[in-house]
């Protein structure tokens, strides 16, 4: 759910006015970059976000500038995401990164053995 400045689900919680976020209630101590980082990714959920995108607007690189600061930055906000972090920022490969919002892993039934059953 998305209130007006604030972004919300299952665990995650990103106040982009107090630049503030919390998983599970918990506060998330996060660098500047790295909630500008976060607060990008949030803000276009479900959208890949280029890599050149991400370097301009947040640290003001060019694309000619070859740099491994924002794959650094991803990384350290994943480990802080705890065990979330995979699930919320996904690496598109060669193109950019997604935020996908937090999904419960959905169980399916299987009633394939009961459909086979023979009847004496």
């Known amino acids: ?69 924002l794959d650094v930055h991803i990384r350290r906000l994943r480990k802080k995401l705890g065990n979330f972090g995979e699930q919320y920022i996904e690496t598109v490969f060669g193109v950019g990164y997604r935020f996908q919002r937090f999904r419960a892993i959905r169980t399916y039934h299987n009633f394939a053995p009961q459909l086979f059953a023979v009847s004496a």
């Open 1 to 69: 759910m998305t209130i007006e400045g604030i972004y919300s689900d299952d665990h995650l919680t990103l106040d982009y006015r107090r630049a503030a976020a919390a998983v599970d209630s918990s506060k998330m101590i996060l660098t500047r970059k790295e909630f500008e980082l976060l607060a990008m990714l949030t803000a276009n959920e479900g959208e890949i976000v280029p890599r050149n995108v991400l370097l301009m607007t947040i640290w003001g690189y060019s694309a000619e500038i070859r740099t491994r600061t």
